[in-house]
């Protein structure tokens, strides 16, 4: 064949064919990259001529005999990656050519006259394409430059305002979808990631559009990003913008469009409920997936993002802190995967925070201070379901209130059924007291932001942010809203009555199943919650016979749930701190005296003791140093969940017999089960304990 003859029908005929092909060529504009193409060329030099007959010694002899020889080995090879690789190359060869350069812009004025508006912005974006490929190529960012300031020039400038922008850069992307400029240093995909990127690249490809779903900071964009990155190998690839004049020109063309956080875009979501839109991959969270309409959701194959597995957390917070040059240690990287609880924001915000205050080495202490932005970020989130237009929506109060119940029980955690009798009851309190109608739909979206352990049927807040902005830590103008209803709508005394009362409700519910169905399971997991909430003398007050609960637990020891409530039953015997610190404030002569019987029948909870008060305690008794003394700091540290200072202090205590059975429930609390069944060994030698007994054997098996 001869080059200069033939080499410009031919591109067009691999053009066409890759086209009806829908392959993934990255040369998008088909007939505008075309005509600039054969203009270009009729100018190319004779060394640029022997490039690319050296690229074209690469194809077999027998299929360049002929013109039809050579199309039908194109047709043969339309989704070949080294043969596109091979065309694209002749392709940049002659864009790249600088015996063209005097010639340059003469020829793309002619070339851009002659095309239609449309075709102007398909050779723009295929420009783009090109330039994304190959960054380090000043040519095509030459190139790109010219063709653009010529479409300006010659008033096609209504062409650049589109439903759709194809990035010029890689960096272009990472700042659209705001991740950090580092993302690419720090970017670590599990093997259930990699399986959705692969699964949506899969997906797209074949015709299908796809939407990642799953709760706020789950890592949805990051995943959008390195599907991006997979797809703009092999394929034309923009961000949608959300503009009424949406439709399907882009897939046309070969392009697969973007857009992160696809709430947000109302007009598209009103295209898409009249017709479908191809060739689209867009994120969402699940909680909004819901209240799409079914005539949207069904043009999505819908892929859940799950949460990040610890094991992979470590992995991912030891990139980020690397990346800053963070020292840290072992047991200061467990703290932020306990507290990032599988969201990688989080993990961004805290590293970042600790490189600009300068901090070189992470310390737990450090490790524990939560990232002030991540209040913000969550009140954001919230601030998106509850409010609109700057107001709160209707049912948005009963909804704020539930959350600063949850947020007043112990460990931000109860059973669904309890919460969802809170809601409720909120919804009567404020329908009296401001009018305002119950939103099922507002209660249940919110929802989706809680934790949920299905092994105890329960829901909590996911980090302490949540609990933060209830208490007023936050700038954003739904902690005003939240103040308000915290101090004035509903106070305290109004929170407790409703989280009592619906205690009381739900207890009723699962009775009711537990008689009805002869499973105990979520009886057991609900009095779990409710010991955690009132004391057992409060709860058979109200009707909640624990004792006869534990009787039945005990019969159910292979569930789960057993241990737990045992452990928590255990627990209620312990002191109340309260006593302790009055107790301190009189002579050491009448604490030495106190008794551990006087002690449980103290009332009080650590929860109402302010830290001087706390530290004021702790000091007196550590200046009176006896066992029994010693005893008591023990119980304060485990009411504080400080279990490895709880242990020091009991062993210290360890002839007083009860001070044994406290060290094993804080052995247990911290996972040290062949100690705990040492010290209840040694706690039934000395009392002969039947209850020790049973969590013996629990233990054991």
């Excluded at 890689?170 to 705001?178: G, K, N, Q, S």
């Excluded at 959705?196 to 990642?212: P, Q, T």
């Excluded at 857009?259 to 867009?282: G, H, P, S």
Aim: glycine content about 4%; hydrophobic content about 40%; overall charge neutral.
């Amino acid at each position: 064949m001869s080059i200069k003859k033939n080499i410009i029908e031919s591109f067009k005929m691999l053009l066409k064919i890759l086209v009806d092909a829908k392959s993934t060529l990255i040369l998008g504009g088909v007939i505008a990259l075309q005509v600039l193409f054969e203009k270009l060329f009729e100018h190319i030099s004779d060394k640029v001529v022997g490039k690319v007959n050296k690229r074209l010694e690469k194809i077999p002899e027998d299929a360049k005999r002929s013109k039809e020889e050579f199309i039908e080995y194109m047709k043969k090879n339309a989704r070949n990656e080294e043969f596109v690789r091979l065309m694209e190359g002749i392709v940049l060869d002659v864009l790249g050519d600088v015996s063209t350069r005097e010639l340059l812009k003469e020829t793309i004025i002619d070339a851009i006259s002659e095309l239609s508006d449309r075709e102007s912005i398909h050779l723009s974006d295929a420009l783009s394409q090109l330039e994304v490929l190959r960054p380090e190529d000043a040519n095509i960012r030459e190139l790109k430059s010219l063709v653009d300031n010529t479409i300006l020039g010659i008033q096609k400038i209504e062409q650049f305002v589109r439903y759709y922008t194809v990035p010029e850069s890689r960096m272009e992307v990472i700042e659209r979808l705001a991740l950090p400029n580092y993302i690419e240093n720090v970017l670590l995909l599990d093997e259930e990631r990699t399986r959705i990127v692969e699964l949506a690249v899969e997906y797209l490809l074949s015709g299908k559009n796809v939407a990642l779903v799953g709760p706020p900071g789950i890592g949805k964009t990051t995943l959008l990003y390195a599907i991006w990155r997979e797809i703009s190998k092999i394929a034309n690839t923009g961000f949608l913008e959300d503009v009424p004049n949406i439709s399907n020109e882009h897939s046309k063309s070969g392009y697969y469009l973007f857009a992160d956080n696809f709430w947000t875009y109302r007009n598209a979501i009103q295209v898409l409920r009249k017709r479908r839109i191809n060739n689209l991959l867009i994120t969402i969270r699940d909680y909004e997936w819901n209240l799409l309409p079914d005539a949207v959701r069904m043009y999505f194959v819908k892929i859940d993002v799950p949460r990040i597995p610890d094991k992979k957390m470590r992995e991912i917070v030891s990139r980020y802190l690397n990346n800053f040059k963070i020292a840290y240690n072992p047991e200061a990287l467990s703290v932020i995967v306990e507290k990032a609880n599988g969201n990688p924001n989080y993990v961004r915000f805290l590293v970042e925070e600790l490189y600009f205050k300068k901090i070189q080495n992470l310390t737990p202490e450090l490790a524990r201070e939560k990232p002030s932005k991540m209040n913000e970020y969550i009140a954001s989130i919230l601030a998106d379901i509850l409010m609109e237009a700057g107001r709160l929506v209707n049912g948005g109060r009963a909804v704020i209130i539930t959350l600063l119940c949850l947020n007043d029980i112990p460990g931000n955690e109860t059973h669904e059924i309890h919460l969802d009798k809170i809601y409720v009851n909120s919804a009567e309190y404020t329908k009296d007291k401001i009018n305002e109608q119950m939103n099922e739909i507002l209660y249940e979206t919110v929802k989706h932001l809680l934790y949920r352990d299905s092994s105890r049927g329960s829901l909590r807040f996911p980090h302490d942010a949540i609990a933060d902005i209830m208490n007023g830590q936050t700038q954003h103008i739904i902690g005003n809203i939240i103040g308000y209803t915290r101090t004035t709508i509903a106070p305290i005394q109004v929170r407790k009555k409703i989280i009592e009362e619906a205690l009381v409700e739900g207890w009723k519910l699962v009775e009711q199943e537990y008689r009805e169905r002869g499973d105990p399971t979520t009886m057991l997991n609900y009095a779990y919650f409710a010991m955690k909430i009132m004391s057992i003398p409060e709860l058979r007050r109200r009707g909640i016979m624990i004792d006869k609960i534990i009787d039945t637990a005990k019969t159910y020891t292979g569930k789960p749930v057993t241990k737990s409530l045992l452990v928590e039953y255990t627990h209620k015997k312990l002191p109340e701190v309260r006593q302790i610190r009055e107790t301190a404030r009189k002579t050491q002569r009448e604490l030495q005296m106190i008794t551990q019987e006087t002690l449980e029948k103290a009332m009080g909870t650590i929860e109402t003791i302010s830290e001087s008060e706390l530290n004021e305690t702790i000091r007196l008794l550590e200046n009176i140093g006896t066992p029994q003394a010693y005893y008591n700091i023990g119980v304060i540290m485990y009411r504080l969940k400080r279990y490895r200072e709880a242990e020091k202090y009991f062993r210290k205590a360890s002839e007083i017999p009860q001070s044994l059975w406290n060290l094993a429930l804080t052995l247990i609390a911290q996972g040290k089960i062949p100690d705990a069944i040492n010290t209840i060994q040694e706690y039934i030698e000395k009392t002969d304990d039947p209850e020790a007994k049973e969590l013996l054997a629990e233990l054991k098996k």
